[in-house]
């Protein structure tokens, strides 16, 4: 029996979601949100000049198109909650507080990485900020984050755990029975699945039955939705959503962030699976940041000079970073015997 192939591109997929709940920002909220998007944008873009460079190795896979993603949630979670992801991780570091510094330090080797310039792009964690790393195995960390609403449950507190994976990752078999688990114990779990469209480099409607991601906990009765993940007022809408749903002990909540990623898969990637008009087509027409700024300039909450000083502001702080991570002395050859199990 022959079977109709769809095409390669995501085009009857876009990246805006159905229209769903958007939060009313202030002012302060506003500005904050551009700042910390423009901040992950910036820390990127600089993050691939220096790979390019030679000053970063390994592997190298950039959040530039999803910012607004996790800003939003960082706006709709408090002090205590907990953040794990897998390997396109910077952006979640920065909008968690992590210093730029050590950020930068971990990409490039160094000494005061976060991970003593031992682990790289992919395994950087810093517990006080409650970032608990980002995970180069595809869905690992779904069941660690799992791991960590039980053991909220398990202490009694009012901390949950917001677990980030990508379309590809959702069809993992390790996240469903993490899904099994959070629902059959009510754990305060979030799973946000970062949905960009193209994996490592293959169209959602060619790699899943069910492309509709919100659906996927379905048979086991954790609820989901769609969220226009290129809006930073929307993913915060309904990231204090999910959040109180956990909150109450009704157990895991599923977030589809339907968003997209500019650059490929890895920094070797040139997504050759994809047309640049589909890109562009994003680019001009649904870029969180230009979004966040055209409503900053129509509500008059900053002129394009104040927005211009930020910018300016922004790309200081990630000059200072870069220059101290090329400067900063490489670890010494004993780290190689620290942090390992015997």
Known sequence: MAVAKKTQGADDKEAAAPNGPIADFT?????????????????????GQMYGMGLIGGFCHLYIGQEAVVVGMQMAMKEGDQ???????????IACGMDAKGVMAELTGRAHGYSRGKGGSMHM???EKGFYGGHGIVGAQ?????????ANTYRGNDNLSVTYFGDGAANQ?????????????KLPAIYVIENNRYAMGTSVNRAS???????????FNIPGVQVDGMDVRAVKAAGETAAEWCRAGKGPYILEM????YRGHSMSDPAKYRTREEVEKVRTTHDPIDMARARILEKKFATEDDLKKIDGQVRDVINEAAEFATHDPEPDVAELYTDIYR
């Open 27 to 47: 002012k302060q909220q506003e500005l904050d949100a551009y700042r910390m998007m423009l901040t992950i944008r910036r820390f990127e873009e600089k993050a």
């Open 125 to 127: 964690f810093s517990k």
């Open 258 to 261: 339907l968003t997209y990623r």
């Open 142 to 150: 779904v069941s660690l984050g799992t791991g960590l609403a039980f």
């Open 83 to 93: 953040v794990i992801t897998g390997y396109r991780d910077h952006g979640h570091m």
């Open 173 to 185: 078999g390790q996240v469903y029975e993490s899904f099994n688990m959070a629902e059959l114990w």
């Open 209 to 219: 039955a069910q492309a509709d991601f919100s659906k996927r906990g379905l048979s």
